[in-house]
């Protein structure tokens, strides 16, 4: 495979993340991850000083299928929608069994009555692997500019 058709599936494989969790389908979320898939979210303070506390973490569709029903099931909270940017995608290291990425997003969260802010910043670092010809997330580390969050972390970031 070359390096841009590579580079065209990862970038494809975000846009579908984004786009699932943007249209409200995160019973689809956790299929775009390997059956013991990481997903983890933490500030850049703590991943800068090598801490290893995260904020929430996730490891297996069991783990990240229970994010979704709490979601949808017996957390409280205000309804609300995100929309995802994301940008300056680099593809590396293709010796970890899979490859190595990283890139930027910024999250807009929109309430009910329309009020819009900048929920998150921050950078993704992954590593990609290739499962009967489908890119999946073996990990996604969402790795937050700021340590601040004004409300649960139940839609993923």
């Known amino acids: 495979m070359?390096?841009?058709?590579?580079?065209?599936?990862?970038?494809?494989?975000?846009?579908?993340?984004?786009?699932?969790?943007?249209?409200?389908?995160l019973e689809d979320w956790p299929a775009l991850f390997?059956?013991?898939g990481?997903?983890?979210?933490?500030?850049?303070e703590n991943h800068v000083a090598g801490l290893p506390l995260a904020l929430l973490s996730c490891t297996g569709h069991g783990m990240l299928q229970d994010?979704?029903?709490?979601?949808?099931?017996?957390?409280v909270y205000?309804?609300?929608?995100?929309?995802?940017?994301?940008?300056?995608?680099?593809?590396?290291?293709?010796a970890c069994g899979g490859w190595r990425c990283q890139s930027h997003f910024l999250v807009v969260r929109t309430l009910q009555h329309g009020a819009m802010s900048v929920f998150a910043t921050g950078r993704y670092l992954?590593?990609?692997?290739?499962?009967?010809?489908t890119?999946?997330?073996a990990e996604r580390l969402v790795i937050t500019d700021s340590r601040q969050t004004d409300t649960l972390l139940v839609i993923p970031l």
């Open 126 to 133: 992954d590593h990609v692997v290739e499962q009967e010809g």
């Open 2 to 25: 070359t390096e841009s058709a590579l580079f065209l599936r990862v970038q494809q494989l975000q846009t579908h993340y984004v786009q699932t969790i943007d249209d409200d389908r």
């Open 34 to 36: 390997t059956a013991e």
């Open 38 to 44: 990481r997903y983890a979210i933490t500030t850049r």
């Open 135 to 137: 890119l999946k997330f």
């Open 67 to 75: 994010r979704v029903t709490g979601y949808r099931r017996i957390n």
């Open 78 to 94: 205000e309804p609300q929608v995100y929309r995802h940017q994301t940008s300056a995608l680099v593809v590396t290291d293709a």
